[in-house]
């Protein structure tokens, strides 16, 4: 199964900067079927990317991802209030799917 | 709108087993696997599974074969979860998923997870 293994772990920033986080794969993900999640603490994980930089419905456009093979990552531009939480990379494209470990970020 | 409307929490016991139902709503519900992911406290995602209400097709994670079940219901558009011999470490939270249209594809649509404690 493929390995996927995100940096930093944690990610400590201020409302208005910006945030990049990596997701790298132990081995290549398949037609890059990489997709970024958000999670917050009691919520459900949101789908944010797919694709690999394809934002989902309704995802605002400071979320952006890119990347290719197995290195990828996302990007917000100008961190909000409501974005300090978890994110988890995934990949689709084998079987099992799996997940990183998730980056947090959080308030400095 | 699309839903997925989990079962309420759950107290087990050791050995006992478990069942979680996901209720669909606002698509055609066999047009779209279910997936089941679990999430021990503080920790990260887990994926166990997936049925295909269409066919009752499924695929589990080899960590969890045997321990595992997931059926669907299309007559009330609901997939269950069943898992036997609980653990203290099988305390976590599950969530139900909607892989999206096509192949492959990510999760677009979770429920609300479900918290199942183990404990004597």
């Known amino acids: 199964e493929i390995v996927l293994t995100q940096s930093p772990g944690t990610l400590s920033l201020s409302p208005g900067e910006r945030a990049t986080l990596f997701c790298r794969a132990s081995?290549?993900?398949?037609?890059?079927?990489l997709a970024w999640y958000q999670q917050k603490p009691g919520q459900a994980p949101r789908l944010l990317i797919y694709?690999?930089?394809s934002r989902a419905s309704g995802i605002p456009g400071r979320f952006s991802g890119s990347g290719s093979g197995a290195d990828f990552i996302v990007t917000i531009s100008r961190l909000e209030p409501e974005d300090f939480a978890v994110y988890y990379c995934?990949?689709?494209?084998?079987?099992?799917?799996?997940f990183g470990q998730g980056t947090k970020v959080e308030i400095k | 709108q699309v839903q997925l409307v989990q079962s309420g929490a759950e107290v087990k016991k050791p050995g006992a087993s478990v069942r979680v139902s996901c209720k669909a709503s606002?698509?055609?519900?066999?047009?779209?696997?279910i997936h089941w992911v679990r999430q021990a406290p503080g920790e990260g995602l887990e994926w166990m599974g997936w049925?295909?209400?269409?066919?009752?097709?499924?695929n589990y994670a080899q960590k969890y074969q045997g321990r595992v079940t997931m059926t669907s219901d299309t007559s009330i558009n609901t997939v269950y979860m069943e898992m036997s011999g609980l653990t203290s470490d099988d305390t976590a939270t599950y969530f139900c998923?909607?892989?999206?249209?096509?192949?492959?594809?990510?999760?677009?649509?979770w429920g609300q997870g479900t918290l199942v404690a183990v404990s004597s």
């Open positions: 081995q290549v993900v398949s037609d890059n079927y």
């Open positions: 995934q990949q689709y494209g084998s079987s099992p799917p799996t």
């Open positions: 998923a909607r892989e999206g249209a096509g192949s492959y594809s990510p999760f677009d649509y």
């Open positions: 606002g698509y055609s519900f066999t047009g779209y696997y």
């Open positions: 049925i295909n209400p269409y066919s009752d097709g499924t």
């Open positions: 694709g690999a930089s």
